[in-house]
């Protein structure tokens, strides 16, 4: 079984700031990775998912994130935020075989402040 | 329009009511699945389905029941709802691809159910 935990549930930070979120996840096997964003009142957005390859995956909106095998993360970074980044990020991890069910963390939400 | 789409988007019902909420996709994927969002929980499965004649359990799938009527649809009941159930509802569709592993899932906006 895989469990995810999101270290911040919230984050504030000031416009054009950088920020970090923070994800660590736990399995007996190989797994993807995955981090969603949810704007207000709005679905799950894929942001980027990391399946095999390089470990520094580009996803969309200038966010990226780095998978350490070792440590067993795959936060999330971005260099200068936005307000419409206002949103809250949910990591997510699956299994590589079987039924590949989806575990998410418990989100963190980042708010932007002028 | 919408390639999830989901109805109704809010619901007040009260306690012992049977409830269905309903999921259509035209996106042509066989995977569907249904979440629960609770506010510090983040998303829970419930049910999910990779094709018509199957349906599977997920985490938290006590008082819930599913029915899948077509490739594109995918409904969950609540046959006796209760104040518990109150959260947000998710519905999503993933497609294995011709390697048969599932990567990413495509959400729905989500029915707002509360339970008084």
């Known amino acids: 079984a895989q469990s995810v935990t999101q270290l911040d549930s919230q984050v504030p930070v000031f416009e054009e700031a950088p920020v970090e979120l923070r994800c660590n996840y736990s399995s007996s096997v190989s797994v993807y990775l995955f981090w969603y964003v949810q704007y207000p009142n709005q679905g799950l957005q894929l942001l980027l998912k990391y399946l095999s390859g390089s470990t520094l995956v580009k996803g969309i909106n200038g966010f990226e994130a780095e998978f350490n095998k070792s440590q067993t993360s795959f936060h999330l970074r971005k260099p200068s935020v936005h307000i419409s980044d206002t949103a809250e990020y949910f990591c997510?991890?699956?299994?590589?075989?079987?039924?590949?069910?989806?575990?998410f963390g418990q989100g963190t939400r980042l708010t932007i402040n002028p | 329009d919408a390639d999830v789409t989901q109805t109704p988007r809010n619901r007040i019902t009260k306690t012992g009511k049977r409830i269905m909420l309903e999921c259509s996709q035209t996106k042509g994927h066989d995977r569907m699945y249904w979440y629960r969002q609770d506010p510090g929980l983040g998303l829970r499965l419930i049910y999910y389905?990779?094709?018509?004649?199957?349906?599977n359990k997920g985490e938290i799938s006590d008082g819930y029941s599913v029915s899948r009527q077509a490739q594109a649809k995918f409904s969950l009941s609540l046959e006796s709802a209760i104040p518990n159930q109150t959260a947000l509802y998710f519905c999503?569709?993933?497609?294995?691809?011709?390697?048969?592993?599932?990567?990413?899932?495509?959400f729905g906006p989500g029915t707002r159910l509360t339970v008084l």
């Open positions: 999503a569709t993933s497609d294995p691809g011709t390697s048969g592993k599932t990567d990413t899932q495509y």
């Open positions: 389905s990779f094709d018509v004649k199957d349906i």
């Open positions: 997510a991890v699956s299994d590589r075989g079987g039924a590949q069910k989806l575990v």
